[in-house]
């Protein structure tokens, strides 16, 4: 069956940085996109970065632009999320997905992992 396990979450302080990586199994891994997806606690579960099958395209959520970077490693069947200048309100379970498409919608994504916490202090 298809699993994606997400890894790398944690507690970091304000201006810092975590990288996160989902690994996946049990699906033609390079033809699908690759999303990450966030929820805070009270909130709905919003978009943050999506990565199109090759990698070669990218596309990410206003909040994050230019503090994260998505990645993908075809050959590993893995993705990653580097997070850079990290602030309070990027606190929330972070998600990995894979999809059909890499689009903001969490609608078309197929397979979810279980999600792993980030925790930025103030």
């Known amino acids: 069956q298809v699993q994606l396990v997400e890894f790398g979450g944690g507690l970091v302080q304000a201006g810092g940085s975590l990288r996160l990586s989902c690994a996946a199994s049990?699906?033609?891994?390079?033809?699908?996109?690759m999303g990450w997806f966030r929820q805070a606690p009270g909130k709905e579960r919003e978009f943050v970065a999506a990565?199109?099958?090759?990698?070669?395209?990218?596309f990410y959520a206003d909040s994050v632009k230019g503090r994260f970077t998505i990645s993908r490693d075809n050959a590993k069947n893995t993705v990653s999320l580097q997070m850079n200048s990290l602030k309070p309100e990027d606190t929330a379970v972070y998600y990995c997905a894979a999809g059909r498409a890499a689009i903001t919608t969490p609608q078309a994504y197929d397979y979810w992992g279980q999600g792993t916490q980030v925790t930025v202090s103030s």
């Open positions: 049990g699906l033609a891994f390079s033809r699908y996109a």
């Open positions: 990565a199109s099958w090759s990698g070669g395209s990218t």
